[in-house]
């Protein structure tokens, strides 16, 4: 069984940062990684955020240049840093892995299936 554990949410001011982490057990069966971090707001649809999929790494247009995501397979823990925050990022964030086993499959958002619970994050201006 594939669990999730986000960390790091917080409250902070415009501009600045947070670093979230993920924790994901009982992942190591899958050789190919796939994962990928989502935010939601109340009252709005959950949107992909980053996706790093064996290096390769995807993020939504308007965090391009401020996230970062990026995966420590050691420790088995996914990372999103979030620098230049803005009142517009503030959302719960949830981290999510695919179970993909082939290579020549694609890997998107729509592809995740374990989740974590999430982490609130806070941008006061």
């Known amino acids: 069984e594939v669990d999730l554990a986000e960390s790091g949410g917080g409250s902070v001011q415009a501009g600045g940062s947070l670093r979230l982490s993920c924790l994901i057990s009982g992942y190591r069966a899958y050789s190919r990684k796939c994962v990928a971090w989502f935010r939601q707001v109340p009252g709005e649809g959950r949107e992909g955020v980053a996706l790093f999929d064996n290096d390769e790494v995807k993020y939504k247009d308007d965090v391009k240049g401020r996230f970062t995501i990026s995966l420590d397979r050691g420790s088995s823990t996914l990372y999103l840093q979030m620098n230049s925050l803005k009142p517009e990022d503030a959302a719960t964030y949830s981290c999510?892995?695919?179970?993909?086993?082939?290579?020549?499959?694609?890997?998107?958002?729509?592809?995740?299936?374990?989740w974590g619970k999430g982490t609130l994050v806070t941008v006061s201006s």
């Open positions: 999510a892995a695919a179970a993909i086993t082939s290579w020549s499959a694609a890997c998107t958002y729509s592809d995740m299936i374990f």
